[in-house]
């Protein structure tokens, strides 16, 4: 009686709140209200997606990861490709990114088992930078440093053609976001998720407790690396173009700055993370094109100094410093 | 064959110069510091900016590159990196990030974008061949003064760590930082020259190396995954152990540039991969310290 009747935290913490769905109508609503910044808000939910897959490996498993851009160039190329070699459906194309990124991911998995954080980190760039090579090297494939040119997408279901204002694109990939959102929602908030939670806070502890530590891990980067995929067949898809640039290190680095703005181990830290950090970008590029990296290095060391925490908090600002470990650190 | 092996021991020679004060903040104070190509950065640009514009010769300019970039990385020390010695990895990762993001843009606004280039004094340009056919060795004057000023370095690393007693005192608070406080080091001051003695390296290897290995505002990322390589194949409790890493990088990627261009940077990072996969802790661990 008195197990079955207290409330299965779990359960309660899948509900969807009233907050979350009106948030989504009002995604999915931006493009047609905001139609003049259809093109930004397609690249905001495009970063948005790309901090959920992070989120999953960095937020709920613990795992620092520098390479992460490796899965969103995978899913981009192998999207474009598949575009413009076999057929140019954006849906099947999609599904072939989410494909490739997640067979890499499982194959990277075994990489990211042993070791130390220096490890894993040096790991993992290692095969961003690897893949990055590879792009640049196999030039008859991916037309090396010049970037795949030529991709020309199908409408989406045969019916909405992509258009130069971007309107169907930021549809698109908001119904793409949604997708993966929802699916990554119940993801982490299943037994299996909790057990993710339980191997990050720590793992000789989950280990004792009979939880597969491995395994687990190697679930949990092949899921994330397949929503990555997603998130760079989505880039290559709207766009129709596919460069070097999806595996530079500093998409790697972006896309963690764009997790911790929002806030780690939790699935709107990613989304929070990807408006504001685009929204500030685009700002700042505006004034100084050329340095906009400096003000964002410059945010990243206050952020990490002020505590990270506490910035994307604003009533922790004047109260005194008593949980400085809370969140989701 | 042999000047493939010669440029690869002096690349790998000129790598652990720039990566040793990495291994040993990183040992001391468990710091993953993503910006220590930053320090070489500066070291090489103080080269190439008094050469180019006070005309100062090549050999004042190595020390004053030292002692700038060690006095750049004293105060960042004191400043900025000791709050973040116990907070996760994720803070400090992409806290050297955020600081090498701006050190690259800082440069790219002060000196440009491009590509500096070091004039060298007449007497490091020429070139020694010994021996014909496959086993000829061409050494580069440049290259050997090198491979000298780090082996130099090397043995007076080596002599400081070992024989003297602020040697003691730092291998103690590698091992175990508290139980070293316990005994009345100051382990703060050990961090802080350590530190210092670091990035006064990586500066005294930016400047060596700027000729060798180009200086542009992009260098510490372009070198930064190098300097991981260096430390996290070669471990963190001791020099040798990055030293041979180092060693072994700077020949193979020579010698994989060099045979087979097309596959270039693989060899490296896959061996990299490879070897982390198998050792995690690195190839050369002394077994006993802290993990």
Not at chain 1, 226 to 252: I, K, P, Y
Not at chain 2, 186 to 201: D, E, I, Y
């Amino acid at each position: 009686m008195s197990v079955d009747s207290k409330p299965n935290i779990l359960l309660a913490s899948r509900r969807w709140r009233w907050w979350e769905v009106v948030l989504w109508a009002a995604a999915l609503a931006s493009p047609w209200a905001l139609s003049s910044h259809a093109l930004i808000i397609n690249e905001i939910a495009i970063v948005a997606l790309f901090a959920l897959s992070l989120d999953i490996i960095l937020g709920y498993t613990g795992i620092v990861s520098l390479g992460h851009a490796a899965f969103f160039g995978m899913g981009a190329y192998s999207a474009a490709l598949f575009a413009k070699h076999v057929m140019p459906d954006p849906l099947v194309g999609m599904a072939v990114g989410i494909g490739t990124a997640t067979v890499l991911g499982a194959i990277c998995s075994v990489t990211i088992q042993r070791g130390t954080d220096l490890t894993r980190l040096m790991v993992t760039l290692g095969v961003g930078l690897i893949l990055m090579e590879l792009a640049n090297k196999l030039d008859w494939l991916t037309g090396g440093a010049d970037g795949l040119q030529g991709v020309m997408m199908g409408p989406v279901l045969g019916r909405f053609e992509f258009d130069l204002y971007g309107q169907v694109a930021a549809w698109y990939s908001l119904c793409i976001l949604l997708v993966v959102f929802v699916l990554a929602r119940r993801f982490v908030g299943s037994p299996f998720g909790a057990t993710l939670k339980a191997i990050r806070d720590n793992r000789l502890r989950a280990m004792a407790i009979g939880i597969p530590v491995a395994s687990r891990l190697a679930v949990a980067y092949t899921v994330a690396a397949g929503a990555a995929g997603a998130a760079g067949a989505l880039l290559a898809q709207t766009s129709g173009f596919a460069s070097l640039d999806v595996f530079e290190f500093h998409r790697s680095a972006d896309v963690m700055l764009v997790l911790v703005i929002g806030g780690v181990g939790w699935l709107y830290g990613g989304v929070a993370g990807a408006l504001i950090f685009k929204l500030m970008q685009d700002f700042i590029s505006n004034i100084t094109p050329q340095y906009w990296t400096f003000w964002i290095g410059l945010f990243l060391v206050v952020l990490v100094l002020v505590g990270r925490e506490r910035l994307v908090r604003p009533w922790t600002w004047f109260s005194a410093q008593k949980n400085k470990t809370g969140g989701a650190a | 064959m042999l000047t493939i092996l010669f440029d690869g021991i002096a690349y790998g020679m000129l790598l652990f110069i720039l990566a040793v004060g990495l291994a040993v903040t990183m040992g001391l104070m468990n710091f993953i510091n993503l910006a220590h190509g930053a320090f070489a950065m500066v070291g090489g640009y103080i080269t190439v900016l008094l050469m180019q514009r006070l005309g100062v010769p090549f050999l004042l300019c190595l020390p004053a590159a030292f002692i700038g970039a060690g006095l750049l990385g004293g105060v960042l020390e004191r400043t900025l990196y000791r709050p973040l010695y116990h907070k996760p990895h994720l803070d400090q990762v992409l806290f050297s990030i955020g600081l090498t993001f701006m050190a690259v843009a800082s440069v790219d606004y002060f000196v440009g974008s491009t590509q500096q280039i070091v004039q060298l004094p007449e007497w490091l340009k020429g070139r020694t061949e010994l021996g014909d056919g496959a086993w000829m060795l061409g050494m580069g004057h440049y290259r050997l003064f090198i491979i000298a000023v780090c082996a130099a370095l090397t043995v007076a690393l080596q002599y400081i760590l070992t024989k003297t007693r602020f040697g003691s005192r730092l291998r103690a608070s590698v091992d175990d930082q508290r139980v070293a406080a316990g005994l009345g080091i100051n382990v703060n001051a050990v961090f802080l020259s350590t530190f210092a003695v670091g990035s006064g390296l990586a500066g005294l290897g930016g400047a060596l190396g700027a000729d060798v290995l180009g200086m542009d505002p992009t260098f510490p990322l372009k070198f930064m995954i190098y300097f991981l390589i260096v430390v996290a194949v070669g471990g963190t409790s001791s020099i040798t152990g990055p030293l041979l890493a180092a060693l072994l990088l700077g020949i193979a990627d020579v010698a994989g540039k060099y045979y087979i261009p097309k596959l270039g940077a693989f060899i490296v990072y896959s061996l990299m991969i490879v070897i982390l996969v198998w050792r995690p802790q690195g190839l050369f661990v002394r077994k006993g310290g802290k993990a």
